[in-house]
């Protein structure tokens, strides 16, 4: 589960193989600042990305991760137009997102409708909330306090890297060292035997949604601080990014198997791979492209036909 | 339900309007219908015309839906019609739905025209335009000429591939920049979509690509915030010049730090108050000549009789100098 596999392994290599190619393609690639560009573009997506490895290592799903984000954007926003020290205002987005996770909870764990029915209908709900809270216009130009505070180093690396070390870990002590992990995990292999053998199925299913949520509102903070920035579309790109960056480092789309290291990896790889296509001169439109296609991919050598079915059904029951 | 009770907000908003002007009944009305109430870009375009109002000598009636709902705006259109007005003028949500409306307004001998948004074969009288494709293409290049020169390396920011509006506005780039600096390189478009991220994402990597660029073009205002952001946090500022069509509240921010140096657009009050003369000149019969003086306008308003325009004038340009004059 934690770690290092065949995945990983796999994974640190094409992330070396695509460094050496992009270098010797363009020289303003392995430059320091380059690097600094690709860390700071991968940042949301890492947040998102870590409570995305989860909901699917349970075999659920959230289509709506960016919109959620987008709403825990606009609270972060809001705090810092109210003049909140930069730490609080940093701590108002993974408020807002878990609050967000717990109502997506109620609609698919308690309301019993599938996950990727169920967050496909928030998301146009969600949507909705973003234009409403707006009112045709965006945030922008929001104060610098909040981007200061990520940008500052201790011992010359951003607090925002610390930030999000701090989050893997924890992440990581709970699969690891609490039954969280396991009883995830067994959910996600079957969750009808799951819950013969007294897991509390729906106590864990919700504290995911809420953890995904507020690592997902944390997401929002980073975004806040990096762009000062709140608009119609925020998100958009969000869901299929975390999805493919998840699938990518080898945490199963069926559920019962999960790597935060392998998701970590799975997120610089899609942003070196976005980074180097566009400093060899390919167009920025193929960059969805790329992301689709390494998704489908993947599966597409990971799961046999006849599991294909298996998981539509698992979506369907959820 | 909820359509009911929009009706009815909407509905009691416009009695509240003509309640008010119950008491200058001698002036002729004109009214205009926004797209949405509520958002700055309106609320300047209904100061404009208040003013209008005020210096031409008619009544200004203000009201439009609380979404962008083309039913909703269409039944208040059909309301100021029975209502009796003079002259309506529509930002129209729904150009395949407006011609029944205009019918009936002929028929009441209403004046309706289009502002802002047009809806050409619908029969309206007249079509009031805030710029053309051309003018907003030509003004950014121009105006980011006079910042970087003629020979400068130029980066462009859009949002979808597939708006045409967009795509229209960077073919005149192009075409200005062959025209008139033959050494001016305008790199390939890049398209963001519509977040701040992705275009932050992209222009980082345009200035690392390219690390002799002077200046990048936001052509999407969606993605203005994302290369402004990007130009601050690559510590570009004063090397690399940003610009966009964006509204002087989204660019201010970005303008006073220095990494945008302009931004083009244009001015909703003034399209306003175009508006409102229009109107006027609708219901005293005169007809529009092809250049028209128009009182507090620079320069004269053309009119173009093959299509019904009478267009706004050349786009506005947003420096530091005058952007804090404007709210929108």
């Excluded at chain 1, 400093?279 to 991919?297: F, M, Y």
């Excluded at chain 2, 269409?74 to 029944?100: E, F, K, M, R």
């Excluded at chain 2, 390219?210 to 990007?230: E, H, R, Y």
Aim: proline share 5%.
């Amino acid at each position: 589960m934690i770690a290092i596999g065949g995945r990983e392994w796999a994974l640190l290599g094409a992330v070396i193989v695509a460094t050496i190619l992009f270098s010797v393609a363009s020289p303003y690639f392995a430059t320091a600042g380059n690097a600094g560009t690709i860390v700071r573009n991968s940042t949301e997506l890492m947040l998102a990305g870590l409570g995305m490895t989860l909901l699917l290592a349970m075999g659920s799903i959230d289509v709506s991760i960016g919109i959620l984000m987008g709403l825990a954007a606009i609270a972060v926003a809001h705090a810092l137009l109210a003049a909140f020290a930069p730490p609080l205002a940093l701590l108002v987005g993974p408020l807002a997102g878990a609050g967000l996770g717990l109502m997506t909870a109620l609609v698919v764990v308690l309301g019993r409708v599938p996950a990727i029915v169920g967050t496909l209908g928030l998301l146009g709900i969600y949507r909705m909330g973003v234009f409403a809270l707006l009112g045709g216009q965006w945030l922008s130009g929001l104060p610098v306090g909040l981007t200061e505070l990520m940008s500052s180093r201790i011992l010359g690396v951003p607090l925002s890297v610390f930030v999000i070390a701090f989050a893997y870990l924890l992440v990581w002590l709970a699969l690891r060292r609490t039954p969280y992990g396991p009883q995830l995990l067994s959910i996600g292999n079957s969750e009808e035997k799951a819950r013969l053998s007294g897991v509390p199925v729906t106590k864990i299913r919700i504290a995911t949604f809420v953890i995904s949520g507020a690592l997902t509102g944390l997401a929002a903070s980073f975004y806040v601080a990096n762009y000062r920035n709140v608009e119609m579309a925020i998100g958009s790109t969000l869901a299929l990014d975390a999805i493919a960056a998840v699938v990518l480092g080898g945490t199963s789309i069926m559920g019962g198997r999960c790597s935060l290291l392998g998701t970590a990896l799975g997120v610089i790889l899609l942003r070196i791979l976005q980074n180097g296509l566009l400093l060899v001169g390919v167009p920025s439109l193929w960059q969805a492209v790329v992301t689709g296609g390494l998704l489908i991919g993947v599966l597409a050598l990971e799961l046999p036909a006849s599991r294909m079915g298996e998981m539509k059904t698992k979506w369907m029951q959820r | 339900m909820f359509t009911q009770f929009k009706t009815v907000l909407a509905a009691s908003a416009l009695t509240l309007a003509l309640c008010s002007s119950a008491f200058a009944q001698d002036k002729p009305k004109v009214a205009f219908v926004p797209q949405l109430i509520g958002i700055p870009y309106f609320n300047a375009m209904e100061a404009g015309g208040k003013r209008a109002a005020q210096e031409l000598g008619v009544e200004f009636i203000y009201s439009g839906p609380v979404d962008t709902n083309p039913v909703d705006q269409l039944q208040i259109v059909q309301n100021l019609i029975d209502q009796g007005v003079s002259a309506v003028s529509v930002s129209v949500l729904d150009a395949s739905a407006i011609a029944p409306v205009v019918e009936a307004a002929k028929a009441k001998g209403v004046k309706l025209f289009t502002s802002d948004s047009d809806a050409p074969d619908s029969g309206r009288a007249v079509y009031v335009a805030q710029a053309t494709d051309e003018g907003l293409g030509t003004t950014i290049i121009d105006e980011m000429v006079k910042r970087v020169g003629p020979d400068a390396k130029i980066g462009i920011v859009s949002g979808e591939a597939t708006a045409s509006n967009l795509n229209a506005w960077i073919g005149f780039m192009q075409k200005q920049a062959k025209a008139k600096y033959p050494k001016l390189t305008l790199l390939e478009p890049q398209y963001a979509g519509g977040t701040a991220q992705r275009a932050a994402q992209i222009a980082g990597d345009l200035m690392t690509a390219n690390p002799d660029l002077k200046g990048i073009i936001a052509v999407a205002s969606s993605t203005c915030p994302g290369v402004a952001q990007a130009i601050e946090t690559a510590g570009k500022i004063g090397t690399v010049v940003g610009t966009g069509y964006c509204s002087p509240n989204t660019a201010r921010a970005y303008i006073k730090s220095g990494s945008f140096g302009f931004s083009v657009l244009w001015d909703p009050a003034q399209l306003g108050y175009l508006t409102v003369w229009a109107g006027k000149q609708l219901i005293d019969g005169k007809p529009f000549a092809a250049e028209n003086a128009v009182p507090g306008f620079a320069s004269p308003v053309t009119y173009n009789a093959d299509h019904g325009i009478l267009l706004l004038g050349p786009p506005a340009v947003f420096t530091a100098d005058n952007v804090d004059k404007f709210d929108f």
